[in-house]
């Protein structure tokens, strides 16, 4: 009997994944019209946007001609082709009556990534990190009257870090802040696990660079430590254990949207975000929280940063539909043959290790996953029952 019981066992171990597969393949497909925008799609993987497509492909979000969306295809902007060839495909020769129309039969827009490419990077000599000219990148005045058509129309709007920082204008950047009631400080940031220059060959030459000539050629940094960034080239560095009591951000969440979008009330966030400010027309869903020292404290007062500071805003109503996720939130390389397993999401802290401070599978996990996927299905049920 307990042999039995054994095979028995095993054969529902070794087949569950065949179910979780049969499961998502029978799941019901739900069409919803995407207008997708990354201007910084460096390889057919399109990392910029693959965090969005993952959940797309979960939860059977399909075209109006019912197939799934493709990372490499459906979107609008710079599309990377073999021996350093590319092609561009946005928004720049579309007619104001095209514009219209696009809003017109579109459900929602997405802006994940406008930063752009540049020429030591598409060219593959950019040896950590160096700036250079742009090939193609920035939000222009076309993308910004697409967002403001889509506002009108009450379509669902998303955007993130970088959609209007360098290099968009700032004439436009002034534009889309008036319009959705957000303005950003100038300030970005990123955590780094190592800020020893002999360690760490990820950090950009220009922040150290630039560092050094603004601080008396002072670069003594051996731990971990956040990076600030102004958009006038003022930079700043919080060093762990110096001006850190917890060396890695964290993103907040009240109880209420904890219980709204399904999200932790604490998850760490390691890569790059902007401070971004908002009015009282704009609801914070969650903040981040920088646990400094009190030096720590005063550079932060220096620097004009309010502690803690959005991480993701909310304006939903029946005027419009928009968020601004304050960091680079759809940059990460999660595993996209996962979303072909239905409940995969139930098995989720199986597939990050917390441990690692550096990982930002757990925020894919824990953060990402189920604010977007709340946010889409609460639309998509709320634009077919009109």
């Not at 700032?170 to 008036?178: D, K, L, P, V």
């Not at 960034?229 to 762990?240: C, P, T």
């Not at 928009?322 to 995969?344: A, E, P």
């Amino acid at each position: 009997m307990k042999r039995y019981l054994l095979i028995i066992g095993l054969i529902i171990i070794f087949t569950f994944p065949i179910w979780m597969w049969l499961g998502w393949l029978f799941q019901g497909k739900k069409e919803l019209k995407i207008v997708m925008v990354d201007k910084t799609t460096m390889t057919n993987e399109g990392i910029e946007h693959k965090s969005f497509n993952w959940i797309l492909n979960y939860e059977k979000y399909c075209t109006q001609n019912r197939s799934l969306y493709s990372i490499s295809n459906d979107y609008f902007g710079f599309y990377p082709k073999g021996n350093k060839q590319y092609n561009i495909k946005d928004l720049e020769n579309f007619s104001a009556q095209e514009l219209l129309s696009l809003s017109d039969q579109s459900d929602m827009t997405y802006f994940t990534d406008t930063y752009g490419i540049y020429k030591n990077e598409w060219y593959g000599n950019n040896y950590r990190g160096n700036l250079s000219t742009k090939i193609y990148g920035g939000m222009t005045d076309q993308d910004l009257k697409f967002l403001q058509l889509m506002k009108a129309r009450h379509k669902l709007v998303l955007t993130e870090y970088n959609d209007i920082a360098s290099p968009t204008s700032r004439i436009i950047r002034g534009e889309f802040e008036n319009t959705f009631k957000v303005r950003w400080t100038g300030w970005a940031g990123r955590y780094f696990q190592s800020l020893d220059t002999n360690v760490n060959k990820e950090i950009p030459v220009w922040l150290v660079r630039d560092y050094k000539l603004q601080h008396n050629n002072y670069w003594q940094f051996k731990n971990s430590g956040i990076a600030f960034v102004d958009d006038n080239g003022r930079i700043e560095i919080l060093g762990n254990k110096i001006d850190l009591k917890d060396e890695v951000p964290y993103i907040l969440t009240n109880e209420t949207n904890q219980e709204r979008f399904k999200i932790p009330q604490k998850v760490k966030y390691s890569y790059w975000f902007d401070v971004m400010l908002t009015s009282h027309f704009n609801n914070v869903i969650s903040v981040y929280q920088i646990n400094a020292t009190a030096r720590g404290d005063s550079i932060l007062s220096s620097m004009n940063i309010p502690n803690p500071f959005p991480a993701v805003i909310e304006h939903y109503d029946k005027d419009y539909k928009f968020y601004y996720f304050c960091g680079d939130y759809c940059d990460n390389t999660i595993d996209m043959m996962f979303s072909n397993f239905l409940g995969i999401t139930k098995f989720r802290s199986l597939l990050y290790s917390s441990n690692d401070v550096t990982e930002r599978a757990s925020f894919f996990w824990l953060y990402y996953q189920p604010l977007l996927t709340t946010i889409l299905n609460n639309y998509y049920n709320f634009i077919n029952k009109r």
